[in-house]
Structure formats: structure tokens, C-alpha cells
């Protein structure tokens, strides 16, 4: 699964203007001690959003873990908030609760969770509520269009744009419109005669910013005075049709009327059509899905150039959305058409496709470049909404060639993100195909190889073997192949004899077919069984076999598992150099396609070389970098710690001596990526120890403050206690207890905590 980048925020296209009152004010509210959740609420428009990326981009210093923004629009049930926010965290899905892992990996951090749009999965709720009392230095800020209603939340109703007073002459609002005009019109120039023009322009769309942007746009076309009278009299046909909304969702409501009807038959046809698209679409999908009788390209820029779809540069590809509120309307226009259900079935054709081509990725059939690979697994994480909305759409229909194909890609897809928002479909789509169908043996699969990936091996086991049993009935050779290797994967622990007697079958017909990725893991797992049962030489020559599957594919991530399980028998058999360069190897492929799961083994399998060569001190360093990371991604590393116990586990009963203790505290402070790369580019170092020489600080390097923050720190106050307690600010004390760290050389509140206690501080 691709790491996430705390620091990594939405870029806007567009500059943000007249809110700097705003900005200030949300600011001040998030630094009160006893703020840990924010709404900014408000009508679809107003800029919540906007308003919340910008407040972000501000504070990004004050919170030392970072920033990170979940984008909820794209989520249909309530349900899939907290997955969404596990991987917006980089987590891996387990047999655990979302909230639990997410609650685990939060608490005792320091940083700012954005959730954005969170109007329509209100019942979620509780669960961020729960989510909030298990970290309590995290601050939440979410846009919503109503409150949230949990005890301890604080609401900032975000206000229209301000119009022309006495205080601000010219009025946030007015200065939007000229903003944007001036985009489109470069070569305009509004004089102080036409101010009031503008103003009157700005006062009937309410000071919303969606409006103001809408109406700016026309300026390409229009003179301010004919915008004026041809807005005033579209609005007055409106807004006493729709009584029930809220008078500012009439006006916007309104406004986008009021654009859509202003937009060639071309130009409307394709913005309906465009609707489908959930959480985005490139121009290759618009082609595909919409395009039939259309200019799409022409037509689609024009909607760019209209506000009406946004567009965002990802590296060397465009991406584009809708605005939500945008989106329902076009959505209202599709379904009223008679082209609805065929630009649907186009989705669903099209998403499958690319599911298929994403499968072709991951199986090493289409690019030997691991950089294009990465972008394939980076295009899935974006596409994904799209791709369950196929699945879902294909369930209704009862589409079975479809959905056999949707799960068996699913499986892999799924897995390599460690992603469970499937299952609840898959199961569905059960419900709707006939038992005995092919469609129904690749959904079972599915759901058992999901549930083995988040370590539910009764589940999966259950699973895996109505799958086997439907494909054995049918005589369908390779969905029993894939059902046995998955089956034998969930039982190897509970039923060794059968796991074999599974994966030799699977073999068999793996062969015959040359299927590289179900060859290499049916090959790995039987090399894997010989090394614990002390059979090097049988694992050797199933690894042999194993990377023969690979020759004429580029399936990386495969031969990052033979390569690993190589290591792993280089190592019992006492030959460390070959085990290095394959670790190596490991690490490298790991890192580039940040597949997590193989950077924590190769880092395990690090600590057990270097315990293996008398190293016990950096040995302890490899180990507590991978458990950090195992505990910060929620994943676990258990076949490879058994692999590797005889070396890591004495070293491990050890861990209270004063020095291995010490290495454990160094270890949990290394940067994870400088090490990974240290070892992809120059090898283990010769030294014993991978830190920095331990630091000698005093208590007369902090200041009287620093020295009272500590103090509180020891104590087990969260930094909000702290504010409180002090009675300051949360950034202040952020910036304090960042300074602390910096001081004694250590970078979490264990380490503090064990020096104050060592210096009487607490």
C-alpha cells in the first residue's frame, strides 16, 4: 500500500480571497486547549472546503505529524469513513475495528485530521466521536453542511462573502468577482463607475463564492450591466420554484441553473454524463464513458473554462472533478434522461476494463519500469470509487460475466492496498447471482482472499472452500486453482497436511497455464514450510522454480517474496553475505512500490542477519524501526517473525538490559526512509550501532518553561492538558514540546518521559 504523506494537502487552483477574517478566526479556535473537534458549517458553496485547505496549509508547522485530508464526497455509506481515513493514514486493514487501528495509530500524536464533506454519512459520527477519546492531541476539523452533534464539538457556521461597510469599503464578495473576472478577462478593467454593478451582482447571489465564481465566468461573454439584469431575471423565475431549501441553497441552486442553461446542448449533454464519475475521471475515461456524439475534449475544456469542473494536475496526468454540489445537480439532469442507464452500462464496461488492465499491471504482463507500476497502484487508489460503483452497478444488474471478472481482480487489487470496501459489496453480489455460478465461485474467493489479508483465517478458510467446491462441481480449472491456493494460505497454521495437499494441486495446474502470480505464491509458501521444517534444500529448489515463473513476466512484487524467502534460507544455513544482498533487493522493491508489508519483512530479516553476525545492538535498531513501522501500518509480520526467531526471539527476552534498551529507544528514532534508503544504496554499515553517539543533555539546556512542559509531559498530560494546565495556546505548546525533543535528542514521549523521571524532573 502506498505510505501516506502526512504533509501532503490538496492544492487549490485558485488563490483564496476575502477570507482572511475567517481564516484568523478558525485559527484561534483551533488553538484553544479544549478544541479537539471543529465543524465549518454551511450551504453546499459557501467554501467550507476552501476555507479549511487554507487554515491547513497555515498550520502545517504547528502540528509536527502533519496534515492529512480525507475526502469523504466520493463515499456512499456511512460505513466507509473510517476505512477511508485508515488509508488516508497509510494503514493496513486487519481483523480489527478501523476506529481501533485508527485509534491505536493516533493516540499520542500531534496532528490535524481534515474531513471534508461529511454531510451525507452523519451517522459516522459516533464512530470519530469514539475515535476522539483515544487521541487526545489530535485536533479534527471537518465541513459539513450541519453539525455533527457530539458532545465536545465546537461549530464555526462559515458566512457568505462579505458586501461593501464601513469597516471594508470594497467587501470580500466584490473582490472575489473582480478576482475571477479579471481570469477569464485579463484585459478588463472595471471602473468605480460599474462598482455598484458588481455589488448588486454579489448581493443577489448572497455573498456565495460558488456564485460569485459561476457569474465571474460570463464576463468572457457578457458586460457586467447584461450579466446584472439577465442573473436578476433568471433568479426571480427560480427561486419560487423550490420553497422547501433553505433560501441560500435556492439562490446557488439558482446559479447553477442559471449557468447549465447557458451552456450549448453539447455542453449539458456531457456535464450529465459526467455525474457518473464518483471522486473524479480522467479525459480517457470521459472519452470512453461519455463521449458517444460528443466533442468530449472541446467540450470538457469549455466546462473547465466555466468553473463548471475542476481540473488537477497529478504529475504527468490530468485529473477532473466535480464540486458536490455541482455533481447532485448534473446528476438530477442525467436521471432525467433516456441516455441515463446507457452511460452507466458504459461506466461499468469501462471500469472493468481498466480493473483488467490493473490486474495485468500487478501480475507484471504489461511494465518492466517498477516507477510506471507505482503510478498503476497510485491510479487504482484514485479510481477505486469508481471501480466499486462498477461492481455495485453490475450487482443491481445481475451482470455474472461481469462480476466473475470484477472479483477475481479484485482479490489482488484489494490486497496489494491491504483495502476491505469491497467486501460489503461482494457480499451482495452474492445475493443476486445464482449459487452455482462461475460469478458466485470468483465472489467467494474474493471474500476469502480479503479476509485472509486482515488475518481472518476461520473466515477466509470458510470462504475459500465454497469457492473450491463450486469451480470443483463445475469443472472449472482455474477458479479451483485459485480457490485451493487461497484456502491452503488460510489453513497452513490450522490443517498443515491439507495446506499441502491444496497448494500441490494448485501447482499443477499453475504450471500447465504458466500463471506467474499464482505459481510464485503456491511456490513461496511450499519454500516457506521447508525452511521452518528445516528443509533448505527443498526450499531452495521451490524458490528455484518460483523465479523461473517470473522470467518472462515483471512481476516485481513476487520476486520481492522469493527474494525474501531466499534470504530467510541463506540465513539458516549461515550464509549472511548472500542473505544481504537479497534483503537488498527486498528493500528496494519494497521501497518503490512501497509495498509496506515487504519493507517490514526485509527490515526483520535485517535485524536477524545482524543478530546472526553478533551484532545485538543494532540488531535491536533494525528490529524497533520495523516494529514502529508494523505498529504505525497496522500490519503483522507473523510468519516472518518465525522465520527469523531463533535469532530475534533471545535477543528480544533481553530487551531490560541497559544497553539493548537503549538500542530499542535509538531504534524507535531513526527516520524510516533515510534508513531504507542507507541500505538500498550502500549496504549494512560496519559500525555496531545505526544512531547518532548518544547525546549528554542536561536539565540546564531547557529552559524553565521547556523544563515545566517536560515535567507535565512525565506526568501522561496530553499537550491540549498541557495548554490547559499552563494556560496557553496548543500551538505554543506543540512548538514547546517540539523543542524538548530537540534538545534531549529524542523524538517521542517515552524517551522524554524516561529522562525526566532519570533527572527528578517530573
Given at each position: 500500500?502506498?505510505?501516506?504523506?502526512?504533509?501532503?494537502?490538496?492544492?487549490?487552483?485558485?488563490?483564496?480571497?476575502?477570507?482572511?477574517?475567517?481564516?484568523?478566526?478558525?485559527?484561534?479556535?483551533?488553538?484553544?486547549?479544549?478544541?479537539?473537534?471543529?465543524?465549518?458549517?454551511?450551504?453546499?458553496?459557501?467554501?467550507?472546503?476552501?476555507?479549511?485547505?487554507?487554515?491547513?496549509?497555515?498550520?502545517?508547522?504547528?502540528?509536527?505529524?502533519?496534515?492529512?485530508?480525507?475526502?469523504?464526497?466520493?463515499?456512499?455509506?456511512?460505513?466507509?469513513?473510517?476505512?477511508?481515513?485508515?488509508?488516508?493514514?497509510?494503514?493496513?486493514?486487519?481483523?480489527?475495528?478501523?476506529?481501533?487501528?485508527?485509534?491505536?495509530?493516533?493516540?499520542?500524536?500531534?496532528?490535524?485530521?481534515?474531513?471534508?464533506?461529511?454531510?451525507?454519512?452523519?451517522?459516522a459520527a459516533s464512530a470519530l466521536g469514539g475515535l476522539l477519546g483515544r487521541a487526545p492531541d489530535v485536533t479534527v476539523l471537518?465541513?459539513?453542511?450541519?453539525?455533527?452533534?457530539?458532545?465536545?464539538?465546537?461549530?464555526?457556521?462559515?458566512?457568505?462573502?462579505?458586501?461593501?461597510?464601513?469597516?471594508?469599503?470594497?467587501?470580500?464578495?466584490?473582490?472575489?468577482?473582480?478576482?475571477?473576472?479579471?481570469?477569464?478577462?485579463?484585459?478588463?478593467?472595471?471602473?468605480?463607475?460599474?462598482?455598484?454593478?458588481?455589488?448588486?451582482?454579489?448581493?443577489?447571489?448572497?455573498?456565495?463564492?460558488?456564485?460569485?465564481?459561476?457569474?465571474?465566468?460570463?464576463?468572457?461573454?457578457?458586460?457586467?450591466?447584461?450579466?446584472?439584469?439577465?442573473?436578476?431575471?433568471?433568479?426571480?423565475?427560480?427561486?419560487?420554484?423550490?420553497?422547501?431549501?433553505?433560501?441560500?441553497?435556492?439562490?446557488?441552486?439558482?446559479?447553477?441553473?442559471?449557468?447549465?442553461?447557458?451552456?450549448?446542448?453539447?455542453?449539458?449533454?456531457?456535464?450529465?454524463?459526467?455525474?457518473?464519475?464518483?471522486?473524479?475521471?480522467?479525459?480517457?475515461?470521459?472519452?470512453?464513458?461519455?463521449?458517444?456524439?460528443?466533442?468530449?475534449?472541446?467540450?470538457?475544456?469549455?466546462?473547465?473554462?466555466?468553473?463548471?469542473?475542476?481540473?488537477?494536475?497529478?504529475?504527468?496526468?490530468?485529473?477532473?472533478?466535480?464540486?458536490?454540489?455541482?455533481?447532485?445537480?448534473?446528476?438530477?439532469?442525467?436521471?432525467?434522461?433516456?441516455?441515463?442507464?446507457?452511460?452507466?452500462?458504459?461506466?461499468?464496461?469501462?471500469?472493468?476494463?481498466?480493473?483488467?488492465?490493473?490486474?495485468?499491471?500487478?501480475?507484471?504482463?504489461?511494465?518492466?519500469?517498477?516507477?510506471?507500476?507505482?503510478?498503476?497502484?497510485?491510479?487504482?487508489?484514485?479510481?477505486?470509487?469508481?471501480?466499486?460503483?462498477?461492481?455495485?452497478?453490475?450487482?443491481?444488474?445481475?451482470?455474472?460475466?461481469?462480476?466473475?471478472?470484477?472479483?477475481?481482480?479484485?482479490?489482488?487489487?484489494?490486497?496489494?492496498?491491504?483495502?476491505?470496501?469491497?467486501?460489503?459489496?461482494?457480499?451482495?453480489?452474492?445475493?443476486?447471482?445464482?449459487?452455482?455460478?462461475?460469478?458466485?465461485?470468483?465472489?467467494?474467493?474474493?471474500?476469502?482472499?480479503?479476509?485472509?489479508?486482515?488475518?481472518?483465517?476461520?473466515?477466509?478458510?470458510?470462504?475459500?472452500?465454497?469457492s473450491v467446491s463450486l469451480f470443483g462441481a463445475a469443472g472449472n480449472e482455474r477458479g479451483l486453482a485459485y480457490a485451493l491456493?487461497?484456502?491452503?494460505?488460510?489453513?497452513?497454521?490450522?490443517?498443515?497436511?491439507?495446506?499441502?495437499?491444496?497448494?500441490?494441486?494448485?501447482?499443477?495446474?499453475?504450471?500447465?497455464?504458466?500463471?506467474?502470480?499464482?505459481?510464485?505464491?503456491?511456490?513461496?509458501?511450499?519454500?516457506?514450510?521447508?525452511?521452518?521444517?528445516?528443509?533448505?534444500?527443498?526450499?531452495?529448489?521451490?524458490?528455484?522454480?518460483?523465479?523461473?515463473?517470473?522470467?518472462?513476466?515483471?512481476?516485481?512484487?513476487?520476486?520481492?517474496?522469493?527474494?525474501?524467502?531466499?534470504?530467510?534460507?541463506?540465513?539458516?544455513?549461515?550464509?549472511?553475505?548472500?542473505?544481504?544482498?537479497?534483503?537488498?533487493r527486498v528493500l528496494e522493491i519494497g521501497h518503490a512500490l512501497q509495498v509496506v508489508d515487504l519493507q517490514i519483512s526485509g527490515?526483520?530479516?535485517?535485524?536477524?542477519?545482524?543478530?546472526?553476525?553478533?551484532?545485538?545492538?543494532?540488531?535491536?535498531?533494525?528490529?524497533?524501526?520495523?516494529?514502529?513501522?508494523?505498529?504505525?501500518?497496522?500490519?503483522?509480520?507473523?510468519?516472518?517473525?518465525?522465520?527469523?526467531?531463533?535469532?530475534?526471539?533471545?535477543?528480544?527476552?533481553?530487551?531490560?538490559?541497559?544497553?539493548?534498551?537503549?538500542?530499542?529507544?535509538?531504534?524507535?528514532?531513526?527516520?524510516?526512509?533515510?534508513?531504507?534508503?542507507?541500505?538500498?544504496?550502500?549496504?549494512?554499515?560496519?559500525?555496531?550501532?545505526?544512531?547518532?553517539?548518544?547525546?549528554?543533555?542536561?536539565?540546564?539546556?531547557?529552559?524553565?518553561?521547556?523544563?515545566?512542559?517536560?515535567?507535565?509531559?512525565?506526568?501522561?498530560?496530553?499537550?491540549?492538558?498541557?495548554?490547559?494546565?499552563?494556560?496557553?495556546?496548543?500551538?505554543?505548546?506543540?512548538?514547546?514540546?517540539?523543542?524538548?525533543?530537540?534538545?534531549?535528542?529524542?523524538?517521542?514521549?517515552?524517551?522524554?518521559?524516561?529522562?525526566?523521571?532519570?533527572?527528578?524532573?517530573?
Amino acid at each position: 500500500m502506498t505510505a501516506a504523506d502526512p504533509f501532503l494537502l490538496p492544492i487549490p487552483a485558485t488563490s483564496l480571497v476575502g477570507r482572511e477574517r475567517e481564516v484568523d478566526q478558525v485559527r484561534a479556535i483551533l488553538n484553544w486547549p479544549e478544541v479537539s473537534l471543529l465543524t465549518l458549517t454551511g450551504p453546499g458553496g459557501v467554501g467550507k472546503t476552501r476555507l479549511a485547505l487554507e487554515v491547513a496549509r497555515q498550520l502545517r508547522p504547528r502540528f509536527p505529524h502533519g496534515v492529512v485530508f480525507v475526502a469523504l464526497a466520493s463515499l456512499e455509506r456511512p460505513d466507509q469513513v473510517m476505512p477511508a481515513v485508515a488509508r488516508a493514514l497509510g494503514l493496513q486493514e486487519s481483523e480489527k475495528e478501523a476506529g481501533e487501528v485508527i485509534g491505536s495509530h493516533l493516540a499520542g500524536l500531534q496532528m490535524l485530521l481534515i474531513l471534508d464533506n461529511f454531510e451525507h454519512v452523519l451517522s459516522a459520527a459516533s464512530a470519530l466521536g469514539g475515535l476522539l477519546g483515544r487521541a487526545p492531541d489530535v485536533t479534527v476539523l471537518v465541513t459539513s453542511r450541519e453539525r455533527l452533534r457530539l458532545s465536545g464539538e465546537h461549530e464555526f457556521p462559515v458566512p457568505p462573502l462579505g458586501l461593501p461597510t464601513p469597516e471594508d469599503p470594497v467587501g470580500g464578495a466584490v473582490r472575489l468577482f473582480r478576482d475571477r473576472a479579471r481570469a477569464v478577462r485579463p484585459d478588463a478593467v472595471h471602473s468605480e463607475t460599474l462598482t455598484p454593478v458588481i455589488e448588486d451582482i454579489c448581493r443577489q447571489l448572497d455573498g456565495l463564492p460558488l456564485a460569485i465564481e459561476l457569474a465571474a465566468v460570463r464576463t468572457r461573454v457578457l458586460g457586467l450591466t447584461e450579466l446584472r439584469d439577465r442573473l436578476s431575471r433568471r433568479l426571480s423565475l427560480l427561486t419560487s420554484g423550490a420553497r422547501d431549501l433553505p433560501a441560500r441553497q435556492q439562490t446557488l441552486r439558482a446559479a447553477i441553473d442559471w449557468s447549465y442553461a447557458l451552456l450549448n446542448s453539447e455542453e449539458q449533454r456531457l456535464l450529465a454524463r459526467l455525474s457518473v464519475f464518483i471522486g473524479g475521471w480522467t479525459l480517457a475515461a470521459a472519452e470512453a464513458v461519455c463521449g458517444d456524439g460528443l466533442d468530449t475534449l472541446s467540450s470538457l475544456a469549455s466546462l473547465v473554462d466555466k468553473s463548471l469542473v475542476q481540473s488537477d494536475q497529478h504529475g504527468s496526468t490530468t485529473r477532473y472533478r466535480m464540486l458536490e454540489i455541482v455533481r447532485e445537480y448534473a446528476l438530477e439532469q442525467l436521471q432525467g434522461s433516456l441516455e441515463a442507464e446507457a452511460i452507466r452500462q458504459a461506466h461499468e464496461r469501462y471500469f472493468l476494463g481498466l480493473s483488467s488492465q490493473l490486474d495485468q499491471l500487478v501480475r507484471g504482463h504489461v511494465h518492466e519500469d517498477m516507477g510506471q507500476i507505482a503510478a498503476g497502484f497510485r491510479q487504482l487508489d484514485e479510481e477505486r470509487p469508481n471501480i466499486l460503483a462498477a461492481l455495485h452497478h453490475a450487482a443491481q444488474h445481475r451482470n455474472e460475466e461481469a462480476l466473475a471478472v470484477f472479483a477475481a481482480t479484485m482479490a489482488p487489487l484489494s490486497s496489494s492496498s491491504m483495502d476491505s470496501s469491497a467486501v460489503p459489496l461482494l457480499r451482495g453480489a452474492l445475493a443476486e447471482v445464482p449459487a452455482h455460478s462461475a460469478a458466485a465461485g470468483w465472489l467467494w474467493y474474493a471474500l476469502a482472499f480479503l479476509a485472509y489479508r486482515r488475518g481472518l483465517r476461520d473466515e477466509a478458510g470458510r470462504a475459500a472452500s465454497q469457492s473450491v467446491s463450486l469451480f470443483g462441481a463445475a469443472g472449472n480449472e482455474r477458479g479451483l486453482a485459485y480457490a485451493l491456493q487461497i484456502r491452503a494460505f488460510a489453513t497452513l497454521v490450522s490443517d498443515v497436511q491439507g495446506a499441502k495437499q491444496d497448494l500441490a494441486r494448485c501447482l499443477i495446474w499453475a504450471q500447465s497455464d504458466r500463471d506467474s502470480l499464482l505459481g510464485v505464491m503456491c511456490l513461496t509458501m511450499q519454500a516457506t514450510g521447508a525452511v521452518i521444517e528445516g528443509r533448505r534444500a527443498e526450499a531452495r529448489a521451490a524458490l528455484e522454480e518460483a523465479l523461473a515463473f517470473t522470467q518472462d513476466v515483471h512481476n516485481h512484487i513476487g520476486r520481492g517474496w522469493i527474494w525474501l524467502i531466499f534470504a530467510v534460507t541463506d540465513l539458516h544455513g549461515g550464509h549472511t553475505a548472500e542473505a544481504e544482498k537479497k534483503l537488498r533487493r527486498v528493500l528496494e522493491i519494497g521501497h518503490a512500490l512501497q509495498v509496506v508489508d515487504l519493507q517490514i519483512s526485509g527490515l526483520i530479516g535485517m535485524a536477524a542477519l545482524v543478530a546472526q553476525r553478533g551484532r545485538p545492538v543494532q540488531a535491536l535498531e533494525y528490529w524497533a524501526v520495523a516494529d514502529t513501522l508494523q505498529t504505525a501500518r497496522n500490519y503483522n509480520a507473523g510468519l516472518m517473525h518465525t522465520l527469523t526467531s531463533p535469532w530475534l526471539s533471545p535477543l528480544l527476552a533481553r530487551v531490560q538490559e541497559p544497553e539493548l534498551a537503549q538500542a530499542l529507544q535509538a531504534g524507535q528514532n531513526l527516520n524510516v526512509a533515510e534508513l531504507l534508503q542507507r541500505l538500498i544504496q550502500t549496504g549494512l554499515p560496519d559500525r555496531e550501532s545505526l544512531s547518532a553517539p548518544p547525546r549528554a543533555p542536561t536539565p540546564f539546556t531547557l529552559t524553565p518553561r521547556e523544563a515545566q512542559v517536560l515535567g507535565l509531559l512525565a506526568q501522561g498530560l496530553s499537550n491540549k492538558q498541557i495548554a490547559a494546565r499552563l494556560g496557553s495556546g496548543v500551538y505554543t505548546v506543540n512548538d514547546q514540546v517540539k523543542a524538548v525533543f530537540s534538545k534531549l535528542g529524542v523524538n517521542n514521549r517515552s524517551a522524554a518521559t524516561r529522562y525526566a523521571l532519570e533527572h527528578n524532573l517530573s
